[in-house]
């Protein structure tokens, strides 16, 4: 029964995060609080789009339920706190429908390299929700691009992979995927500066049908992906851990929508949310690198190695 670790010990903490923020040392244990972090981090990044331009499947958090339920989150926090901004308060997410290109949820799931895009119209609050969705597909290649270990200045990317003829290693972390880092094999049409573009250009086209509002929302809902894959252990202690191969991350696997909305909040990590999205990113990846452990990066006891066979992060240790 012992042997069920870790799935069984994932299981008894899950029970205790509507107490996270009152216990300080479970807290250490599992990301509860980073949940609202993202939420917290996300709503900032629609912040800053609106004010500032005023003018292997391994994919982190299920992409069908966890992620878009993040997003979704995140934004009924900004609803709830625009009407005290100086901008924002007249703003709505929830208004007329604009034209994009979709990758939904009903347009299916692609394990491998492949390109879905599809014309719809949705509010601006739907196409961000599904970028939640969109962002990990195709599953196989984004999965390759979602790890980002901040403590790693010249190798952050995923590592922790079986590289093979069919599996190329892109070495692009998440940062820079997001940051808007061009790869051959994959184009990365959703990136935050992308998203940016987008909406600076829709402003200056007057033909209801372009596309570009859809696109920009698209890549806000995709930016707030990647903030959400920060908050995952695994995602930034370079822990990869494809399904496929039995090898399962046991928080990933097992948050629901249910446990995202009870968290959603919950206390706010301590973090300057007041700057750069992307060095919001990377302090966001800091802080769940430093305070909490993944599967496969528990330290030995009394040596310099974790579970996989690795060097162990400095932090957290045993002694914490
Ligand atoms: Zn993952
Ligand atoms: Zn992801």
Do not use: C
Not at 115 to 134: E, L
Not at 312 to 317: D, E, N
């Amino acid at each position: 029964m012992e042997a069920r670790w870790p799935l069984d010990h994932a299981g008894r903490l899950l029970r205790h995060i509507p107490y996270l923020s009152r216990i300080r040392r479970p807290e250490r244990w599992f990301p509860g609080t980073a949940l609202a972090t993202i939420v917290g981090a996300v709503s900032v990044a629609g912040i800053a789009l609106v004010a500032d331009e005023q003018p292997v499947r391994v994919g982190a958090y299920g992409n069908i339920e966890a992620h878009p339920q993040i997003n979704r989150s995140a934004l009924d926090l900004f609803d709830s706190e625009k009407d005290a901004h100086e901008y924002l308060h007249r703003a709505s997410l929830s208004g007329e429908p604009t034209w994009g290109v979709a990758w939904d949820a009903s347009d299916g799931i692609q394990p491998i390299l492949q390109n879905v895009a599809v014309k719809k119209k949705k509010t601006a609050r739907q196409w961000i929700i599904d970028g939640g969705f969109s962002a990990d597909e195709p599953e196989g290649p984004q999965a390759l691009r979602h790890f980002y270990d901040p403590t790693d200045g010249t190798t952050p990317w995923l590592t922790d992979i079986v590289v093979s003829t069919v599996v190329r290693n892109p070495e692009i972390s998440l940062l820079d995927w997001v940051g808007d880092k061009d790869d051959p094999s994959l184009a990365q049409d959703y990136s935050w500066p992308d998203a940016k573009e987008y909406f600076r250009s829709a402003l200056a086209d007057a033909t209801p049908a372009n596309e570009l509002y859809g696109k920009a929302w698209r890549g806000v809902g995709e930016t707030v992906h990647a903030i959400g894959d920060l908050a995952l252990p695994a995602h930034v202690r370079n822990d990869g851990h494809a399904k496929e191969l039995g090898d399962p991350d046991p928080v990933e696997v097992s948050t629901t929508a249910n446990m995202i909305e009870s968290q959603a909040s919950g206390e706010w990590a301590p973090l300057n949310y007041d700057q750069d999205v992307l060095k919001l990113m990377h302090d966001l990846a800091a802080w769940t690198n430093a305070n909490f452990l993944s599967k496969d990066t528990v330290p030995l006891s009394g040596k310099p190695a974790s579970a996989n066979g690795k060097s162990a992060y400095a932090s957290p240790t045993w002694a914490d």
